[in-house]
């Protein structure tokens, strides 16, 4: 069994004996030191898995060795113990590299929560996701997405909130994704949640859970988001779509580590990392008073660009491979290729939707072509027109009309996707039963591709 160690830097003797005598029950070995000097050699000759250092120090400061160590001694995560309600402090300190905080008086629960946390970076599938060049989830060989790449391995090894610009569609998500999988939390859950889809009269509970029967439809306990992403990752993306009355709520959740369910009289603790990310300029939004600027500064602690995939041309042939073999695998057809000339044309088109766009666009292509070679007409990025092939060349029964003068779309309120969907279902059965079950005849009489049926089949769960 591997022996962890630590080193505490403090100059009050109380609080050295009662971090040593925490750190040695937890089966820890433990060295100390009063100053920065001190600290330094320490650092040096044991190279410890965990560094715990006071702010104030009487040769100088706990920032000051954050930056040390992340010159020397890299490997060794830092936390710096501040001052009660010192949160510029602590912010300062997650901004030089320190992996997290805590603050006097030391509770002691949550000492151990970080002390677990930091020596789990030292376990070796950690160190090796943060040590390799293995693409993960971010693909690509551009100068933008190695650096992109290099980054979040870098961030993983933190506790500090990240917050993800980038265009809508860029993969925000997967960095966020990333970031958690290479960190010590990579065991526990990633939560992500879009702010903008919850209704704002759902958001606390949503957030932070509720108590049964606290308001009407509470008919069972609900943990919420802050806790269903305990020891792991909780992903705000579109943060910037959040009321003001929730953004005050969100920032007292993460600032104290604890929300309180609807109904509930007591705050229960949680111990998550926070990433959020938006496409808008939250500045911007900060100056015109829409976002709170003390919400703005605890989520925005290190901010990670993501480029826009026309930044990144390099990649787009990568991308759309890997894209198809993806496609092919899920709808259980063989693989398509691009033509030479379809590779340049996407290579010319700006993508404003990026690599959702991407996805979107070949998916389509897809389906359309009729043979597994996608050509540049293939692409449809023109715009305006109907992709050839996609209306039928033969007349079709309609499946939900009748020889009544009832309407084709019933009045009131519809699940409009769901309704389109049961139509191509019913005009692909009827197309099916006309020509007993022949797919290649079905497909004809439909005016697509076979391949565009079998992909349609498999979607549509008829396969």
Known sequence: MTTHSALIVDDEPDIRDLLEITLTRMGITTHTAADVTTAKALLEKHQPQLCLT???????????LVHWIQQHVPNTPVAVITAYGCMETAIESLKAGAFDFV??????????????????????????????????????????IRKLRN???????????????????????LVARMIHLQGPRCSGPFIAVNCGAIPSELMESEFFGHKKGSFTGAVENKDGLFR?????????????????????????????????????????????????????NLVELVQDGSFRQDLFYRINVIELAVPP??????????LANHILERIAREYECPAATLTPAAIERLKSYQFP???????????????????????????????????????????VESPVASSTDEPLVPDGEIDLEGYLESIERQ????????????????????????????????????D
């Open 54 to 64: 006071d702010m104030n120090l009487p040769d100088g400061n706990g920032i000051d």
């Open 103 to 144: 603050s006097k008086p030391v509770e002691l629960p949550r000492l151990r929560e970080l002390v677990n946390c930091a020596l789990k970076l030292s376990e070796p599938e950690v160190q090796a996701s943060t040590s390799s060049d293995e693409p993960g989830l971010l693909l690509g060989d551009s100068p933008q």
């Open 151 to 173: 980054q979040t391995r870098k961030l993983a090894r933190s506790q500090a909130p990240v917050f993800i610009s980038g265009e809508s569609g860029s993969g925000k998500e």
């Open 228 to 280: 269903s992403a305990d020891g792991g990752t909780l992903f705000l993306d579109e943060v910037a779509d959040l009321p003001l009355a929730m953004q005050v709520k969100l920032l007292r959740a993460i600032q104290e580590k604890a929300v309180r369910p609807v109904g509930d009289t007591k705050e229960i603790p949680v111990d998550i990392r926070v990433l959020s990310a938006t496409h808008k």
């Open 309 to 318: 995939l026309r930044e990144r041309v390099d990649d787009i042939s990568l």
């Open 353 to 395: 939707g990026n690599v959702r766009e991407l996805e979107n666009i070949l998916e389509r292509a897809f389906t359309l072509c009729d043979d597994e070679r996608i050509g540049a007409e293939d692409l449809h990025l023109n715009g305006g027109v109907a992709p050839a092939g996609s209306m039928p060349t033969e007349p």
């Open 427 to 462: 005009a692909i059965e009827k197309a099916l039963e006309a020509t007993r079950w022949n797919k290649t005849a079905a497909a004809r009489r439909l005016g697509i591709s076979f391949r565009a049926l079998r992909y349609r089949l498999k979607k549509l769960g008829m």
